[in-house]
Each structure stands twice: as C-alpha cells, then as structure tokens.
C-alpha cells in the first residue's frame, strides 16, 4: 500500500471517529438546549397561574391550544413533588400521540390544593434538532470530501519530488554515463535526501568504474605473463634431454597454465557480461540452438555412455548469439561433467522454460551457493564460473533460473518468458 493511501485511510478513519463521537456530543447538546428553552415555556405557565390565583383566588380558565395543555387535579390537602418529565402529548386536532415535555405542580387555592400538569409538545422541538442535525450533517460530508480531495491532491503535489527521486533509483544503473539528478524542490527533508542520494550514486559509480577498470586492466596484464609463461615452456620442451621427471613437471605447469588461460579469460567474460557491454541481440531460433550444443558434445557424453534423451518445441528469443551458446554450452557441460557413467541427461524445451535434468550425486545440492562464484565440488577440475556465468546471463535479460533435486534427477531450469519474441 502507497504512503498516501495508508496517511488518507487513516486521516479518514480518524476523522469519520472524531466526526461520530462529535456529532453524539452535538446532538444532545442541541437536544439539553431546546429542551431547557421548553422547560422556560414550562415555568413561564406556571408563574402565570401562581399569579392568577394569588390575584384571583381561583382557578384560571384553561383554554385550548394546539401545543399546550394544563390541566388541574383536585389532591384535597395533599401535595406533589414539583418536576419536569418526558411524556406524551394528545393532538386533539390529528388524534395522534406526539413527543411532549410536563411540568408538573400544584398550587393552593381556598385552602384547597390542585395539581397542576402543564404539558407541552414537543414536536416543533424534535423537528427543529432534526433539521439541525441533517445540515450539520450534510457540512460534515462535504467537509470530508473537500478534506479527502485536497488531500490526495496536495499531498500527491508536496510527495512529487519522492516520487520522481524514487523513480530515477528505480531506473539507475551502473554502466549509465547518467546518474541521479540534482531536484529543486521546496521542502527541506526531500531536498538533503536528493542530495545525499545523488552524492552516494556519484561515488558509487566512481567505486564502479575504478574497479570495473582494475578488473579490465588485471585481466588484459594477466594475457601477456601467461603467453610468456607457455612460451617459455615450448622453448623449454624443444631444446629435448627431459628425463620423466621433468617431462611430468612441465605436463603439470601446462596444464596449470592452460587452467590459468581458462579462468583469466572466463573472468574477463564475466567482467563484461556483468556491464553489459555485449548487446548484439537478434532473434534466434532456441530449438535449433540446443540441438547444435547437443551435437557438440555427443562425444562428451559417449565418452561416460550417457544418454542424450530431447524434448524440444520451436521457441524463439531475443539475444546475442554469443551469450546464448556460452549458456548452453555452460549448462550442458555442467550436467554432463558431473554426471556419472551410463547417466542419462534430459532436455526439455516448451513455450516456458527451458530444462536440463542430469543423474549423478544421490543428494541435493545448495540452491544458495550453487549460481556463487567458485561454488564446486572438491572433485571438479573446472574454474566453478559456469553456473555463475549461466546465471549472470540470465540476470542480464530478465530470465528465471532455479536448481531442483527431483526423483534423482539434477534438475536446471531457465524461465525464458521475458526474451519470447
């Protein structure tokens, strides 16, 4: 969920609490204060009764009203205890039952005391609170959407510039010659994080360079040594007089520089894949690739009696010709290399994926350190980069890669969706 979402969802939460609980408070409040100005009503009537009969020494005639009542109730010498109650008022005219507020009292007359119910309606009253309620009501909607599209609206204007700065991080990358850009922007905490994060993606792209340099420059140095090395070595052989001793010595520095030969110029591969400096892309048919890397090494494979056993559809993608061979010829040598005599060695090609299933070693291996570089087992005589160089490629166009240990078999699989054409 967006920052934004999260901050309205919340600001509206907490304003739609405040709002109900305000509108309770309101709501009584407006009730507590009509109520009083009916109970004013209330003991104005009856101070005009006091006053009649103190004047009169009688009863006062009561007269009909559409809201108002009063009657007398002959109590002989009792009294009644003065108060205000909620009761219901009797609509001569609509024969109807309506809200009304009572007051009820008594008062002396000839020695001989009246209660006195002065009952009032309340429906003007009620009608009133209601009408209050739903205008107050239909401001406090209002002033909920206008909140919630000012809101969004300003918010989403001030948070602009984390957006934008997010966006360029998003979208920064390393072999770029542009990086993050300097915002202008008025606020103090956007601005010094756009600063610093331009800084630290200007030196991080220094740190790069230098050692995307050191790295180029070690492995072109590295070429000449080692051709002076063999050739030291041929000049060695042909002046002949080698015992076998020093015949096994020189066959082990070959093959130690031909290791050295191998692994210096797989690092350089893997320099430059890894900066993307090989972008030859053309569509190529996967079908017909696989089954030329096959062919390749069926001598490899006769050689350890395994079985070749192809289940290819017609696919094609989208990438250098190149990198797609190192690939396969990567991932094909590591099922055959490491497979045991009268293996077998499946390959199946759909719409999706791309699977190379080898038999071999009767246990799983780690799926977190088997893409690493110079992840290999103690037995192996190779440089432990090409699974590394496998995944690198695949990280190079969007591809999946994944490692399963299924019914014995070693099983590689390369999701090739995002290179379909």
Not at 183 to 209: C, P
Not at 226 to 241: E, H, P, R, Y
Not at 249 to 266: A, E, F, H, P
Request: with cysteine; aromatic share 8%; glycine share 4%.
């Amino acid at each position: 969920m967006k920052l934004l979402d999260k901050y309205n969802r919340i600001s509206l939460l907490i304003t739609v609490l405040v709002i109900i609980i305000t509108g309770f408070i309101y709501y009584f409040t407006i009730s507590y204060v009509l109520t009083d100005q009916v109970d004013q009503d209330l003991k104005v009537e009856e101070q005009e009764i006091f006053d009649y009969v103190k004047a009169n020494h009688q009863l006062p005639q009561v007269f009909k009203s559409e809201s108002l009542k009063i009657e007398f109730k002959d109590i002989g010498s009792d009294t009644v205890q003065r108060l205000f109650v909620n009761t219901q008022y009797q609509d001569e005219k609509e024969h109807d039952l309506e809200s009304g507020r009572g007051l009820i009292s008594w008062v002396a007359v000839s020695g001989v005391n009246y209660q006195i119910k002065i009952v009032e309606s309340k429906v003007e009253t009620e009608d009133l609170i209601r009408l209050i309620f739903i205008i107050t009501l239909g401001i406090i909607v209002l002033l909920i959407v206008v909140l919630m599209v000012i809101n969004r609206l300003v918010i989403r204007n001030l948070w602009q510039p984390f957006y934008e700065m997010l966006r360029q991080i998003k979208l920064f990358n390393l072999t770029d010659k542009h990086g993050i850009t300097t915002l202008t922007t008025g606020i103090d905490e956007f601005q010094d994080m756009n600063e610093e994060i331009s800084a630290m993606s200007a030196r991080v792209k220094q740190d790069y360079q230098e050692l995307k340099s050191f790295v180029e420059n070690a492995a072109h140095e590295l070429m000449t040594p080692i051709a002076v090395m063999n050739s030291k070595l041929d000049t060695f052989i042909q002046t002949g007089n080698l015992n076998e001793d020093q015949g096994s010595l020189i066959s082990d520095m070959y093959g130690t520089m031909s290791k050295l030969t191998r692994l210096n110029k797989v690092m350089l591969l893997l320099t430059k894949i890894e900066n993307k400096l090989i972008n030859d892309q053309e569509p190529l048919d996967l079908k017909e690739a696989v089954q030329t890397a096959c062919n390749e090494f069926q001598e490899m494979a006769a050689n350890k009696a395994l079985s070749l056993d192809t289940h290819l559809s017609d696919v094609t993608v989208v990438m250098s010709k190149m990198l797609l061979d190192i690939l396969l010829n990567n991932i094909l040598s590591n099922a055959i290399r490491h497979n045991s005599p009268g293996g077998m060695v499946v390959i199946q090609l759909d719409s999706n994926a791309l699977t190379v299933k080898n038999t071999g070693g009767s246990e799983a291996l780690d799926a977190t350190t088997i893409f690493q570089r110079f992840q290999k087992s103690p037995e192996s005589d190779g440089s432990g980069l090409g699974l590394t160089l496998v995944n690198q490629i695949c990280e190079n166009y969007g591809l999946g890669l994944s490692y399963d240990y299924i019914n014995g078999f070693h099983a590689f699989t390369i999701y090739f969706k995002a290179a379909l054409k």
